[in-house]
């Protein structure tokens, strides 16, 4: 019976399971009547550290946005264990399309969702990679700060919660990625 069971947890879950789990979180939000996002914990750490004491911004009180930070270690931790103990070392199915396009610009994927020349140590050997995740970082920082949340935030949180800003920035956060997917990622790489 063991066995069965660590087999199940093993093998990759439906898809739905994350919808269903996402839906339960959410519900026990809502009725809490706490809101959800990443981004916020950047904020909290932030001004938990003392940064309030130089930046208004960071000044107001941490210890009610705790419970954040839960999540935000539980989701550290649950991709490490699902690194180290629940990898079935499946290879993903990735579209025939899509290997072709990332080819024609110079890509080998290899059936893999993480090509070693952009994701292996090695990259980071290269100034182009700094440059990318420094410039991506500072992005996606301004972004969220502008827009008053992240993609988690806006899509889960405030979808779940009919607010019209949170669609308008979802909607944002998708032309984006078209924009980034069709014309810069080919110029960038």
């Known amino acids: 019976m063991t066995n069965v069971f660590i087999e199940y947890l093993i093998e990759p879950w439906p898809w739905y399971t994350a919808g269903i789990m996402i839906t339960a979180v959410m519900a026990g939000l809502i009725f809490a009547g706490k809101s959800f996002g990443f981004s916020s914990n950047m904020r909290t750490i932030c ?6 004491k130089s930046i208004s911004f960071f000044d107001f ?6 419970w954040n930070l839960v999540f935000l270690i539980g989701s550290v931790l649950g991709g490490v264990i699902a690194m180290l103990l629940l990898n079935a070392d499946v290879t993903p199915a990735i579209s025939a399309q899509t290997i072709n396009d990332l080819s024609d610009i110079g890509i080998s994927v290899e059936n893999t969702l993480n090509p070693e020349f952009l994701f292996g140590m090695d990259a980071l050997s290269n100034p182009k990679t700094w440059a990318i995740l420094l410039g991506g970082g500072f992005l ?50």
């Open 140 to 189: 996606v920082g301004f972004g969220s700060r502008y827009a008053g949340g992240c993609t988690s935030g806006h899509a889960i949180s405030g979808l779940s919660n009919l607010q019209l800003p949170s669609l308008i920035a979802v909607v944002g956060f998708f032309i984006g990625g078209l924009i980034m997917t069709h014309f810069l990622f080919p110029i960038i790489f």
């Open 47 to 52: 001004a938990m550290g003392g940064a309030g």
């Open 61 to 66: 009180d941490w210890k009610g946005q705790s």
